[in-house]
């Protein structure tokens, strides 16, 4: 939609926020069926997030649709609201989100390399995510206005699609999303106002990958996580890291329109 | 009233300011020799499998105005990309003169060698003055330190202010380009790409958004232009192309379809398949 | 036909302009110093060290932003790495600082304490010759100058524009961050450079010492301004602004928009990297966190708050922000952060022109931007 969201990473902080929430309404009333607050939080999470997309897109995002740099700066702007809201809130300190007892342990499949179940069934859980958005995008009138809309916004709004309208729904769809990744994130991670800081370099991702493709961003990520985390095994976290950078500012240098890019006359 | 080819006729030595600095604008020295400008052989450009322009061949001679029609889908913008460098013809060799190979430079360096473009919404520089705009394209040194001492001398606010008199901007002078009427913004980029002074010039839909006798005017300006300049001009309006005489090449489906004047052409049944249909 | 350098550079401004820049150097070369040396703290008169550190602090922040529109507002090129470039400023000048110190750190070696603590034995090689002043004057413009050219060649040289621009630079002061955080870059690590004693022999703490600081950094600002004026008013900066409105079009007669943007890129890194070295000695503390992105950002947001493309807007900026978040840290530290948010969204929404820009609104003043 030509917008570079740096909030992102604190859409995920809200989803995070929310299922330590959940966590604790339910440590409060239902003590017994403590393990079952993480399926219980994905739909407290998905709505969080995608009401706090909706007051995003409402009152700022929607002005500034084919202003790309201007919403660089303005969503950076959100992202810090969202940041001291929640340092108000919940305070400066990581809270604690613990695993329930059906998350783990994990499935030993070799003598010292041990699967931990958290971490599979997260992988599940976003394989079908990214399996229900893309059945969103490609079956559902929803998804055909939506890419009508990103494609050529004056022509779908002639043709009666009701653009802004598709415009807040796609962008609480998106926000909703995230909140769906701070769920599995609280159940590997720490849970705390910086949370989404940590994950700035994601969004350099969305350029490799090409922006606006979701299979783009998809393998771009998978690439870029499996590659760091193995120069990590040999090199060490942030010596990891800057090459990861490294490698993003060379690769950009070849394909600066990403891996998928859209090829044709219409590419400026 | 239309003395421009005097005063857009070079005295300056070729190649005096053609000096590199920092590897740019190596370039040859345009040899006009054998009476051809530019020549296009077996250009094929293609984007994800459709065929822009398929096996193209064009031959402009030095001094011709040639006029290029075809309908929408043609190949007739890509074809003017393929000869200033901004699209990289997938085969085929594009030469200007018989020693420039235009695919192996690049845009600014196409320019420097002399040939200019006119595109076909104008591109002018809507937040600059009409002055300034026909000041940055002047035909002038245009690296990066020449630029931060140029001082403009006297002869070159003349050629500037005839220039402004030429497109008839003279009064418009220090208003800002953008505020300009559609039909004004031609003529300004008409006027830029004059005081340019290159030996190609090549029109994009030159008159559209013009009036009668605006259009008139620049007919009669093309045509004193040709012989000391080669013209392309890409032209939907026939009245306009056959105001301007010449040869006309048909595009169609990225290749040439028929060439000759235009009662030729016209009456050509190929020709006349493609733009009722079939 | 050449016109004399004097000419040229008394015609980048005009009048009311040098008048403004004159009163500006003779409040701070003169008016300051006189204020803080000659009356009593408790005098209503008195200009406190406090108020002295933070305007030069300012100052320098405001030489940052002024470099940035040159690149923004000017060329139309979003840098969101430009905290990186002073930061390199910082650590070139720090370097000479901490080896000013000699042996009056806590372990009484001859290398930084750092050092000592990570028990090196001798300085790495990109330390040498860091105790003498004009080598690190020097590293102080040509580190940043490198750094921008070699990054910005392959940058332009691929054409990347926009958005895409900003976000690699973003990488660019991220990664740069995170090689200063490791204690074997030879930087300090996450403490950086501070405990700084002496500048070229002075006590670095002294109100003479500051005030000089002060004063040239002062002398600084204006010379950068009249040169960015000069630089903008030159054929050069109508190419830049071409370039900026309609880059292809600007290929197309001719000019390479490549060493075009390279060299703005280049002129507004090193002016970055000599804020960076003014403000070191003020602040007195050096440390990777100066190139976090949010840093490079906030820059943005200085010159967006004056005005892009004004020149004094940014300086403006610079200023309201910075006062402002002084004035928020101390009064209300946790609202500091919903000022600094609204106030990115509030311009970028409603004041695209920035204050100057409002105000030539109010003042019904047509468009004289300078470019």
């Known amino acids: 939609m030509g917008i570079i969201n740096m909030a992102h990473g604190e859409l995920l902080m809200v989803g995070a926020y929310a299922t330590y929430g959940m966590q604790t309404l339910f440590r409060a009333y239902f003590p017994d069926a403590i393990d079952w607050y993480p399926p219980a939080a994905i739909p407290v999470a998905f709505f969080a997030a995608a009401l706090v997309g909706v007051v995003m897109e409402r009152t700022v995002i929607r002005w500034l649709y084919g202003r790309t740099l201007e919403t660089l700066l303005a969503t950076w702007g959100l992202s810090l609201v969202l940041i001291q809201s929640a340092r108000v809130l919940f305070g400066a300190q990581n809270v604690e989100v613990s695993n329930p007892s059906w998350m783990s342990g994990g499935i030993e499949v070799m003598p010292n390399l041990i699967l931990p179940w958290n971490r599979i069934i997260i992988v599940g859980f976003a394989m079908f995510v990214l399996f229900l958005v893309r059945v969103l995008m490609n079956k559902t009138r929803l998804g055909m206005f939506v890419r009508a809309v990103t494609q050529n916004r004056a022509m779908a709004g002639c043709v009666g699609v009701p653009t802004s309208r598709i415009d807040t729904m796609a962008f609480a769809l998106g926000a909703g999303i995230a909140g769906l990744g701070g769920v599995a994130l609280s159940q590997i991670s720490n849970v705390g106002p910086d949370m989404g800081q940590g994950y700035i370099v994601d969004s350099f991702m969305v350029v490799v990958g090409g922006v606006g493709q979701l299979a783009g961003a998809v393998w771009a990520a998978l690439g870029l996580g499996i590659f760091s985390k193995l120069l990590e095994g040999c090199a060490g976290a942030v010596i990891a890291k800057i090459s990861i950078l490294v490698c993003i500012i060379i690769f950009i240098q070849k394909r600066p329109q990403g891996i998928f890019a859209l090829k044709g006359r219409f590419v400026e | 009233m239309l003395n421009t080819v005097d005063l857009f006729e070079d005295d300056r030595p070729e190649g005096s300011d053609g000096a590199d600095q920092m590897g740019q604008f190596v370039t040859g020295e345009l040899d006009l020799s054998h009476g051809v400008a530019l020549y296009l052989e077996d250009i094929t450009v293609s984007f994800d499998g459709f065929k822009a322009l398929n096996n193209l061949n064009l031959a402009i001679n030095a001094g011709e105005l040639r006029c290029i029609i075809g309908p929408n889908g043609a190949g007739k913008t890509t074809m003017m990309d393929v000869i200033t460098g901004k699209t990289r013809p997938d085969s085929g060799k594009a030469f200007f003169g018989q020693s420039i190979d235009l695919t192996r430079l690049t845009e600014p360096e196409i320019a420097h060698v002399g040939i200019g473009r006119k595109f076909q919404k104008p591109t002018i520089f809507e937040q600059h003055t009409v002055f300034e705009n026909l000041e940055l394209t002047m035909k002038t040194d245009k690296r990066v330190w020449k630029s931060l001492m140029a001082w403009l001398a006297g002869d070159e606010r003349d050629k500037i202010a005839e220039t402004l008199r030429l497109i008839r901007l003279d009064k418009e002078a220090d208003r800002q380009a953008g505020l300009l009427s559609h039909g004004q913004k031609q003529w300004l980029e008409i006027g830029m790409l004059l005081i340019q002074e290159p030996k190609l010039l090549l029109l994009d839909e030159p008159v559209a958004g013009m009036t009668d006798d605006e259009t008139m005017r620049t007919g009669e300006l093309f045509v004193s232009l040709a012989g000391k300049h080669s013209l392309v001009v890409v032209e939907h309006d026939m009245a306009f192309v056959e105001k301007l005489g010449g040869l006309v090449t048909v595009l169609h489906e990225g290749s040439v379809l028929a060439e000759g004047d235009l009662a030729t052409v016209q009456n050509d049944q190929r020709v006349i398949e493609v733009y009722l249909g079939r | ?371």
């Open chain 3, 1 to 371: 036909m050449r016109k004399p350098l004097t000419i040229r550079i008394l015609s980048a401004l005009d009048k009311k302009s040098w008048l403004a820049l004159g009163v500006f150097l003779a409040l701070a070369l003169v008016v300051a110093p006189v204020l803080h040396l000659n009356f009593p703290e408790d005098s209503a008169l008195h200009v406190s060290t406090y108020a002295i550190t933070l305007i030069g602090k300012i100052m320098c922040y405001a030489l940052v932003a002024v470099a940035m529109d040159l690149i923004w507002g000017c060329g139309g090129i979003l840098s969101l790495g430009h905290g990186l470039f002073f930061a390199l400023g910082c650590y070139a000048f720090g370097m000479y600082l901490m080896r000013q110190i000699g042996r009056d750190g806590s372990y009484g070696a001859d290398l930084p304490d750092f050092m000592v603590f990570l028990d090196w034995k001798e300085l790495p090689w990109f330390w040498v010759g860091s105790d003498s002043f004009g080598w690190v004057a020097f590293l102080v413009m040509a580190v940043p100058a490198v750094v921008a050219f070699v990054f910005g060649y392959f940058a332009f040289r691929s054409r990347i524009k926009g958005v895409y621009f900003s976000i690699i630079t973003l990488a660019l002061t991220y990664a740069a961050m995170l090689l200063f955080f490791r204690n074997e870059t030879g930087f300090g690590g996450n403490n950086g450079f501070t405990d700084f004693k002496r500048v070229l022999g002075y006590t670095i703490t002294s109100s003479e010492t500051r005030l000089v600081l002060f004063g040239l950094t002062a002398v600084m600002l204006a010379v950068t301004l009249v040169f960015a004026a000069w630089l903008v008013k030159s054929k050069f900066g109508r190419v830049l602004t071409a370039i900026r409105d309609a880059e292809s079009r600007v290929m197309f007669i001719g000019y390479n928009p490549l060493w075009y943007k390279l060299t703005i890129w280049v002129i507004s890194a090193v002016l970055c990297g000599i804020a960076g070295a003014l403000y070191v000695p003020q602040v007195g503390i050096i440390n990777p966190s100066e190139m976090s992105p949010g840093n490079s950002i906030e820059i943005a947001i200085w010159v967006a708050v004056g005005g892009r493309g004004t020149l004094i807007g940014p300086i403006i900026g610079a200023f309201v922000v910075n006062l402002a978040k002084s004035w928020f840290t101390v009064s209300f530290p946790e609202y500091w952060l919903f000022f600094l948010s609204l106030l990115f969204i509030v311009v970028t929404l409603m004041l695209p022109q920035g204050l100057v820009g409002l105000w030539k609104k109010l003042m019904d003043k047509k468009g004289a931007a300078a470019c």
